[in-house]
């Protein structure tokens, strides 16, 4: 049910390789390109295609042609310089293009967001959440673990409501999400721009086609869930 | 004589097995000795108070008479007071009976007669130790001043003055410093003696002869030389001859030298000694904490994890390896240590045993978290360790080492990465709900005993009034802290106190709820 997405990534350090084994396992087609004298350490296992250029080169990022209104731009190189420059230069080269880039620091967050990265992802700010709240909240640590760490059927995710489904013109408070097994976390409700709202009964919303709902369910109950979608 | 000797040795024996004894000795001795006895405070405050009533007294003494009642107080109070703490520092110092019972075992053993003046002896020698030390020999001349009989003793009061460094732990760092540069110091004492000698005779013998009425003596000389060496240069007494003012300029350039030499012994000197003085004071005031977290690694990562620590109240100390990092995290408000936590002795002094609780390796080496999480792990098993690594072979090795829990940032990150491709909307959620940088937050509440979850069904909690999304319960059960997580539990689950609610909600409807239990 995820899209599937067309990736590039620039990089393949410690973090570009975890980075790719959760990509590739969510089914992303993944193009990964590193530097002229990056030092690239390849799991033996793994069929993976390296495409090496001098990314300081316009023409060589081009002659990658990539469709960049189709994909997404990952910057996973190991040094903050190249990866700030890298952001740049594919913001100079497809100003619509979706850049994804690793940081280090708030420090580094901020430069890179000035620099036009959609997102950015901070390499330590949710490592060292889960470590403070192993000491401080070890049951909320230990729900998260479940939920978004271990690779089990417990799952979160996002769906997009289509025309047409049973849920539409439907307020939330209705409808017995929980007795499906399935908690709803957030909304993206069309009706109030689009503002992700977590759903934590303060408002009443009416469910439409666009909305994107953030649900957290076990496997076989979102695709029951899926089922009655799709049923309409 | 055979009995009286019997009478030792069984009195003896009466002080080693008597518990008060042994009570009241101990406490005397954590009293005036124990600096991590939180009374003895009280004891410095004391003796402080009557040192320098004793000095006031001297200085008020020096224009007008003090009435008797004052004098009185000095002599006999004082004086009792400080040949009390001498006698009771004595005692404490070491056992004589326990002198007294090795020598009978050890003569009993040879098969010999014990010989009483050999063991006087002994007892003697022992207690002579302490009386040639440093600050007892500065005790004994701060009682002198007692005796009336010569008036220049009372000048000894002021000794009364040094006393009070022992009642002060950072004068006393100010004497080791000292201590430890005692070679470098007596190396310069003796050259400048020396040089203060030769220039002393040199002017006397240019000058002494009636050509400077100044100059009576070897005296007049040697002062001379001093005041000049040391660049004081009062002036009272001035070369006249050339001869005398070439001695003169010799004199100031070796005095110069000789000067700067000294501070810069004394200044580096105190610059090696600061670390350790920091780390004292640290150790001493994070001894004070019941639950204690070590965090090693002021790295990025560190720093993070130090904010979010401090943000929650956590107790926690920092070492680093690094100087740099150390003074960083101190000169941020932390209690910082720098030292190796790869040796057992920096966790042996912040109480290993007893207080750590919980250890976050997060130093930007695999192989160095290894090895902390490794000498935690050996010196007490029951402290929670926490390591980061960046390897999946290297976490396997440090799961085998017993460590608690092994963090990868770049799986976590790498992970949040992937999901932002697919699901943008769930990413937001995820970042949000991790990052706590929105009001929205996830967070846990254990149910109270009695409170007004206690014994009631999930279906019967009116989540929607409380503004909370319920996750998941913990169930308390019998052999783990948390026990199981039950995802999404159904109506019919009974809540018990000790179960913990995972919530996500505003952060004040999880204050309310919290405060309701």
New interface residues.
Partial sequence: MEKQQNIVLFGYGSFGRQLYKNLRSRGHNVKVVVGLDDYVEVDSDSNINITRINIKRNDEILALNINAEESIFYCAMNKTANNLFLVLTLKSLYPMANVISNSNSNETTRKLKYAGATSVIDLYEATSRRIVNVLTKPAVSMALDEIVYKQNDLKMLEIELEENTFLEGRYVNEIRFRQMGIILIAIIDKELGYELVFTDHRINHKLDAGDILVIVAKEKDINKFQEMLNKG | MKKSKHKLLSFAYFLQGSKRYNNIKNFVYDLIENDDYPYKKYFDFFMIFVILSSVTLLVMDVKRHIPDWLDDFDLYFVTTVFVVEYLLRMWVYSDIHKIIIDEFEESSYFDKEVRLSSLFAKIVKNKWEYMTSFSAIIDLIAILPSYRGLRVLRVFVLFRAFKMLRYTKSLTGFLYVLKNKKFELMTLLTLSTFFIFIAGIMLYVFEGDNDNPNIHNLFDAFYWALITISTVGYGDIAPITPEGRIVTMLIIFTGIGLISFVTSIIVSSFNERLGVLREDRVVQEVGKKKKL?VVCGYG??GR??V???EK?G?EFVIIDRSEEMAALAYNDGYHAICADATKGEIFEKLGIAERIS?V?C?TADDIQNAFIAVNVKSLNDRV?V?A?C??HEIATKMECAHVD?V????????????V???????????L?I???KEK?Q???V?IAEGSFLDNKAIGDVD???L??????V?KRSENS??GE?I??PSDELVLNAGD?L?C???ST?IANLKRKM
């Fill in positions: 977290t990025l990562l993070l994890v904010r979010g620590l929650e956590v919980h976050l997060l929670h926490a980061r960046s390897d829990q963090i990868m940032p770049e799986e976590v990150a790498g992970m949040m990465g992937a932002y491709a697919g699901e943008p909307v769930a990413f937001e959620v995820l949000s991790i990052e706590e929205t996830i967070n846990e254990a989540f929607e009034k503004r909370l999304i319920l996750l998941g913990f802290k948390l997580f995802f999404n913990n995972v996500i909600g505003y409807a």
